[in-house]
């Protein structure tokens, strides 16, 4: 289900830091991403091109905004 425009950034960023908190609790160590059904490591391998993909247009766009 998609966000709703005016929290979409704010519930997305409360999910990421889920995951990101997921990965990173030293109670699973390396299990956090072994452990993961066939589904979940595929979405977990999209979302970091995501990431990467959202880090380069943001910083597109900032860097656009600085030069107006």
Known sequence: MSNMSY???E???RDLQDC???LDDPQYEDESYTKL???EKRACDE???QCET???IYDEK???LEDE
Do not use: A, G, L, V
Request: aromatic content about 10%; overall charge positive; proline content about 0%.
């Open 37 to 39: 059904s066939h589904e």
């Open 20 to 22: 990101i908190d997921n």
């Open 62 to 64: 900032m860097d656009k």
């Open 7 to 9: 929290c979409r950034y």
């Open 54 to 56: 959202f880090i380069r």
């Open 11 to 13: 519930n997305t960023s």
């Open 47 to 49: 979302m970091r091109q």
